[in-house]
């Protein structure tokens, strides 16, 4: 039974091609993203091993503590005979000035001193070694366009203007405090005087000859006192290898997630082939029962070649997984602070078998169902005249219409729910569990969806002519086999609609929210520094004696810590607080925000409602304010509006603005305006100075460069459903040979069998592309309204038609192989055939 088994695979190899190539491509992501993760994950752990392992001993301040290392710390490390040299690192805010004189970043640049002796060293020149030179992270260098040689400016504590020369690039690749802010390093001495801090934000030491890191470890210990953690070097490389490892696994996961879309649309072309396969085959499937095989053996025939397919096809593509991976990191490391060229491709044993067992297994479920139909082949089968009798049955039954119907309102009914839950995430969850239920219904359906959209276009496509209308009756005396290789598409056609709509529907509210929250020009803000005094009040003064600017907003915020949480305090000046909060309110109205008077979020309100008096914690103690209005939390970036003169009560030490909001005049030009608030800062150059129109922009890029990322992994599913419908159509012509012979005998050429078999391709396409944009608009609506309490919904017109367009290409492109292969067969050769 196994040499038939292996003499039958050799005979129909050429049919199982498009099936393998479903399964390498699944495997291929799979392994890949293995691969990737893997090699990211040692790259990071190289880089900062190998800074960390150049320490014996590293003090760092415990773990929840803000307070640095004490200098007495140093001077006592020092004196200890099992270290050889110490140095602190000092570390604090030294905004670094770009080329135009504005600080970097809307976080102060980081001053880091780099001592004798430091675990960290220069990528390209040297590490400063005396006052007046400085070196710049690779980070920081690339964003603002400095080299090696050039003279940077930066700001001390009292924001006075310091030139230096930059000696070197300093790679810092994933270390926690620095990899987001940038950093810029000087001798000791100099980080003290430009940072202003106090204390050490780590000290390492190396230890005297003959002394062990771990025995210098415990010696540091023993002085370091509490407040303090004294690690190894090799433990600290552990540590900061395990937090740079968190990035690249939350990758892998949302990877393998696109990789497990593509594994299930391959397992449905797996299922679709080999159930065909096994309808054309079972006057030999019958001959093999009337030579005496039971039906056991015959289950493990088919299941037997669907085990040498998988394993083949897996190691395939375990072997293009690995060279996709390691494209993917040359390509994106640098997209993650990671260094190309610190870590070899990484190829574990696990990735390998992963893969094996992934496509194999895979292959085995989907083989499972048209083994056992195999089974109950009747041996009297061999005996018929059609090789395909039993396989046309295009009874759609009561039962099945039922089923169907069953799920689609039970996934309705899911989704109501999750439309009524309060908590976005589990509405989420519930839309997409809801997704699945209403997949299921459309398999179950998909018959009836077929023969429905075909006898729609039947009209049509009898007008068309006798190829087009032949391509209908082929598509709908045979639903059932449409149908399963439509559902492949219908997979990829689902997800990325959905994604276009939650895309377009995500933008569109990111839009409004900001029409509504910053109605204005620009907005000028402070950098984020721990400790700093805001917009100074001279700056909303010098723009509101512009002429160039129609009106100034200032905003004023502070944080009070409550019982539940913290809560966050705003005030607006120079307009009234309905116009500069934005949006509606739930219950009362923002214009009645008044001296003790409050709009709340809702939560923070809790059970109160409007004219009810709420208990505030200020910074002058609990206050007792009067609600005026209620708003959603999701829609302000406040927790509590007050009055301005409430607000200066509350929080005197608050004497800067957070933000200014500026609106230009009527008469003033785009360049004008710019100049003015330009001019206004000029003198104060941490001031960030954001366009919004150019915020808006930037979220749009955020949002668009994501959506084609998704987009672009998704479309490795449509690619493994068109070889399903290219592999169903091949079939198809091989099982209709006698049949095209016969109807080139009665005068169809061979351009009309081809325009046939092209249009019963792009009617499978677009049948699969049709329902999953349907079920992608629906599902993008449900999940978007679950996150989103104010969404506005779009549906990306332009996107979904170029989706179709694409559709119609693949169909075409499905349909290319298998029509020159039945307009080259012999009519007589195919018509003495049986």
């Not at 992501?29 to 800074?51: A, H, K, N």
């Not at 415990?218 to 990035?247: F, I, K, N, P």
């Not at 997800?495 to 929250?517: C, E, F, H, K, P």
């Amino acid at each position: 039974m196994l040499r038939t088994t292996l003499a039958g695979l050799r005979m129909h190899k050429g049919r199982l091609v498009t099936t393998a190539l479903a399964i390498a491509l699944g495997v291929m992501f799979v392994s890949g993203t293995l691969v990737f993760s893997d090699t990211l994950r040692e790259s990071f752990s190289s880089q900062v091993m190998g800074s960390a392992e150049r320490m014996d001993a590293v003090v760092l301040p415990a773990q929840g503590s803000e307070d640095p290392v004490s200098g007495d710390v140093l001077d006592e490390v020092r004196e200890l005979p099992e270290i050889d040299r110490a140095a602190g690192v000092t570390m604090g805010d030294a905004p670094l000035l770009d080329k135009d004189g504005r600080a970097v970043g809307s976080v102060p640049t980081a001053g880091v001193s780099v001592g004798e002796p430091t675990r960290f060293s220069a990528d390209e020149g040297e590490l400063p070694d005396r006052p007046g030179e400085a070196a710049l992270a690779t980070s920081t260098a690339e964003a603002t366009g400095y080299e090696v040689g050039d003279s940077a400016t930066v700001l001390g504590p009292d924001e006075q203007k310091h030139e230096f020369t930059v000696t070197g690039l300093i790679d810092f690749g994933t270390e926690p405090s620095l990899a987001y802010r940038g950093a810029v390093a000087f001798t000791s001495p100099v980080a003290a005087e430009m940072t202003g801090a106090e204390g050490y934000s780590e000290i390492d030491a190396l230890a005297a000859e003959g002394v062990s890191a771990q025995q210098a470890a415990d010696a540091v210990s023993a002085v370091a006192g509490d407040g303090t953690e004294v690690l190894t070097g090799q433990e600290l490389g552990d540590r900061l290898a395990e937090q740079a490892g968190a990035q690249a696994d939350a990758l892998a996961t949302g990877l393998l997630l696109f990789a497990l879309v593509s594994v299930v649309v391959a397992a449905i072309v797996i299922s679709n082939t080999f159930a065909i396969l096994v309808a054309q085959r079972q006057r030999e499937m019958a001959l093999l029962r009337c030579v005496g095989a039971v039906r056991r053996q015959v289950f493990t025939a088919v299941v037997t070649e669907a085990l040498v397919v998988g394993l083949l096809a897996s190691a395939l593509g375990v072997l293009a997984g690995v060279g996709l991976g390691y494209a993917g990191f040359a390509v994106g490391a640098e997209a993650f602070d990671a260094d190309a060229g610190s870590a070899d491709v990484v190829v574990k044993a696990q990735t390998v078998l992963i893969g094996l067992a992934v496509g194999t297994v895979t292959t085995l479920i989907a083989a499972v169902l048209p083994a056992r139909r195999a089974t109950l082949v009747p041996p009297l089968a061999a005996l018929r005249t059609s090789a395909t009798a039993t396989a046309l049955d295009t009874r759609v039954g009561i039962l099945r219409m039922a089923t169907g119907t069953v799920l689609l309102l039970a996934s309705a009914g899911v989704v109501a729910l999750a439309r009524q839950t309060d908590d976005p995430e589990t509405g989420l969850y519930l839309v997409v569990g809801a997704g699945f239920v209403a997949f299921a219904g459309v398999i179950v359906l998909s018959p009836l969806l077929v023969r429905a959209a075909v006898a729609a276009v039947s009209p049509l496509m009898r007008a068309l002519g006798v190829s087009t209308a032949l391509a209908a009756d082929n598509a709908r005396r045979n639903p059932r086999r449409a149908a399963t290789a439509m559902i492949a598409l219908t997979v990829g056609a689902t997800l990325i609609t959905g994604y276009s709509v939650v895309n377009a529907s995500m933008m569109a509210t990111t839009t409004d929210m900001l029409d509504r929250q910053f109605p204005m020009d620009y907005q000028v803000r402070a950098q984020f520094a721990e400790e700093g005094p805001g917009v100074p009040p001279e700056v909303a003064r010098d723009l509101r004696e512009s002429p160039e600017v129609a009106e100034v907003v200032a905003q004023r915020s502070a944080t009070a810590e409550t019982g539940d949480g913290f809560v966050r305090y705003t005030t607006f000046r120079g307009v009234p607080p309905e116009e500069a909060a934005g949006g509606g309110t739930d219950a009362g109205d923002l214009a009645d925000v008044g001296p003790g008077r409050v709009a709340v979020v809702s939560d923070v309100a809790g059970e109160r409602g409007v004219g009810d008096t709420l208990a505030l914690t200020t910074g002058e103690g609990e206050r007792d304010y009067e609600i005026a209005a209620l708003v959603e939390g999701a829609q302000s970036s406040w927790s509590v509006l007050m009055d301005p003169e409430d607000f200066s009560s509350a929080f005197p030490e608050v004497r800067g603005d957070e933000m200014l909001m500026v609106s230009g005049a009527e008469s003033a030009g785009d360049e004008e305006l710019r100049d003015a608030v330009y001019a206004a800062v000029e003198d104060r150059p941490t001031l960030q100075v954001d366009s919004m129109a150019q915020m808006r922009r930037q979220y749009e890029d955020v949002l668009n460069t994501a959506f084609l990322a998704v987009v672009a992994m998704l479309g490795l599913a449509v690619v493994i459903a068109v070889f399903g419908i290219a592999n169903t159509l091949a079939l198809s012509v091989l099982e209709r040979t006698r049949e095209s012979a016969m109807l080139r005998a009665m005068g169809l050429k061979r351009a009309q069998l081809r325009v046939m078999l092209m249009w019963e391709a792009v009617l499978m396409c677009l049948v699969g592309a049709l329902v999953g944009i349907g079920l992608g608009v629906f599902f993008g609506w449900a999940a978007s309204a679950a996150v989103l309490d104010d969404l506005l919904f779009r549906v990306p017109t332009a996107q979904i038609a170029a989706f179709l367009a694409a559709a119609v290409a693949a169909g075409l492109l499905a349909s290319v192989l298998p029509s020159r292969r039945a307009a080259r067969t012999s009519i007589t050769a195919a018509m003495a055939s049986e």
